[in-house]
Structures are given as C-alpha cells and as structure tokens.
C-alpha cells in the first residue's frame, strides 16, 4: 500500500485490520511516520511470507536539506547546528553522493528503532541519553542527486537523490553523512519508497482507496513475484501439502539477484501456491505449506485412480 505521511507502520496495520475483518495483519519494512511510500503489508496467511520481502533491496526518492543538521536526521527532530551552504558546488554533491555509493559502513541514526542493552535508541536519546550506534555493513547500489534548489535565503540547499539500497540502509544516515562530508551538515526533508523488492508504487493503494475497495494482491502472484518458481504435477502437490519431500529442483524464474538463497514457491497445476520449498540434497522439503486442501485433492486423486 502506499503510506501516508504522518501515519506509523503499526497505525496502517491496525486500519488494515479493520478493513480485512482480521486480526492478521503484519507489515514488511518499517516506514517512519515522516515517510510515504510502498509499505508491503499481508493479510492472514499471506504475513507468513513477509518474512522474505524484509531482506530485500528498496528504492526511494528523497530530498536532503545541506546547511542544517537535526537531532533525528530528517525535519522531524531540532536543529541543532546550521552552517551556509553557499559554496556548495554541484560538483562538490556529485562527489559526495558518490562517495557514498557501494558497499560501505553506515552508523544508524541515534534515534533509529536499533536496540541497545535491551532498549530502543530512540528511547535512550529522549531519556536525555547520549547514544551512539556501531557501524554496520550496507550496500548503496544507486545514489543520484537529480537537482539543486536554494533555500532560506541561499544559505541552504535542498538537492533530490533517488537512492537504491540493500535492506537495512537508513536514509536519513546518508543526508547525515553527505552534509558532514560537504562540511556543511544535512538532513533529510521528504522521503517517498517507490519500491520493495519486486513491489512497486504503481501497485499500491491509498487508504481511501482500500477502504472503499479493498483490492489485494493475491498470495500466488505476490510469491511469484517474490521466489524463483516451480510448477508440481498432481502427485507432488499431495505429497508436499501432506508436508512431504520430493526430489529436487531449483526453481525458475527468479526475479532479483537478492532472492538467490530464498526458497522456491511451489504452485499446484491449477496455480494455488501450495508451499514454499527448499533443496536439501537429491530432494526437496517443504519449508511452509499452505494449502489447506489435503482432503480434497486426495479425494480428487482418489477419484482419478477409480476412473
């Protein structure tokens, strides 16, 4: 769905449960409240494979305030120093964002959800806590500043990025870093996720949108989306719904490079995704299984076999 601002991921879970009837709701990817954007959220058995969209890549466009650092790194928090930007050239952004592209070490922001000896950081710094974050591996596969505006009087500069990251990046630590880098400070002023993984803005729904129609994406096109695919004959479907191995083979079709080690969705001759599966040797085992049907499709082979 596509988040509005304001709204925390745990408000659009309990308006989703509403509108579904249902308890069982989860979400893939915290958004924060300041953030819009793609938020992948799955309804009773379909939260059973948000588990495999949280690790995947995630794109967004942002706008990064330079001249202005904030307590949170984005316009949320205070400020807390402020330094002129005017002699930042666009040469100077392009190096800096550039400098920041691959696989580099990111220290989250003080305030992120992160826990420490047991308790949030955000928490820890509204205590009055000076918190500071290890550094930790993440991987920047595009980051582009697309224009350069100046703000309060020239002093500042809001420059737009679109930025392609591995799951776990925190944007705001990139507006953080490329304004101390220019030696000038930043923060981050909008952000909008345009994708996860295989999910895109174009697929989602407003709120208002959802609640006069409440149109989902059924189960088996989000995993076919998400997993390499297979395709089982009859017989294997029951084996593998009454949670039994078959043999081997790895599944087709796999999307994304980052869905590599993810297990195979298994679908049923009419399409119904039956499980997930994972090669273990010469065969294959199922890692969950969803159809709820064992009785039916044994009565249906059953019937065959007679005829």
């Given amino acids: 769905m596509d988040k509005p601002q304001g709204w925390t991921s745990h408000d659009v879970v309990g308006r989703m449960r509403r509108l579904a009837g249902t308890r069982k709701v989860g979400h893939a990817g915290t958004l924060d409240p300041m953030a ?16 495999y969209i949280v690790g995947t890549s995630k794109t967004y466009t942002a706008t990064i305030r330079l001249g202005e650092s904030t307590i949170t790194d984005d316009a949320e928090g205070d400020v807390t120093s402020t330094h002129s930007a005017a002699a930042v050239t666009e040469d100077a952004v392009r190096a800096g964002v550039a400098a920041l592209t691959g696989e580099i070490q990111q220290v989250p922001s003080s305030v992120s959800a992160i826990k420490v000896n047991g308790e949030r950081a955000y928490a820890r710094v509204r205590s009055g806590e000076e918190v500071t974050l290890a550094a930790r591996p993440v991987t ?22 679109t930025v392609e990251c591995s799951s776990g990046t925190y944007i705001r ?37 959802l609640a006069e129609k409440l149109d989902v994406l059924e189960m088996s096109q989000a995993a076919r989306a998400l997993m390499p695919n297979r395709e089982l004959s009859d017989e294997e479907t ?21 869905t590599a080690d993810k297990p195979a969705a298994a679908f049923a001759p009419d399409g119904t995704l039956v499980a997930l599966l994972a090669d273990s040797g010469s065969s294959a085992k199922p890692v969950l299984v969803f159809a709820p049907d064992n009785e039916k499709r044994t009565a249906t082979l059953e019937q065959q076999a007679d005829q």
Avoid at 36 to 51: E, H, P, Q
Avoid at 140 to 161: K, M, S, Y
Avoid at 239 to 255: D, L, M, Y
């Fill in 140 to 161: 920047i596969h595009r980051f582009e500043a697309h224009g350069l505006r100046p703000v309060r009087g020239g002093e500042a500069l809001d420059v737009d990025v």
């Fill in 238 to 258: 029951t084996e593998i719904s009454f949670g039994r191995r078959i043999s081997a083979g790895r599944g087709a079709g796999t999307p994304d490079a980052a």
């Fill in 173 to 209: 630590a990139l507006a953080r870093d490329l304004g101390s880098a220019l030696g000038v400070g930043g923060h981050l002023t909008a952000l909008r996720r345009t994708r996860v993984g295989p999910y895109s803005l174009d697929q989602a729904h407003t709120l208002e949108q």
């Fill in 36 to 51: 819009t954007g793609v938020l992948v959220v799955g309804i009773n058995k379909a939260t059973r494979l948000l588990t």
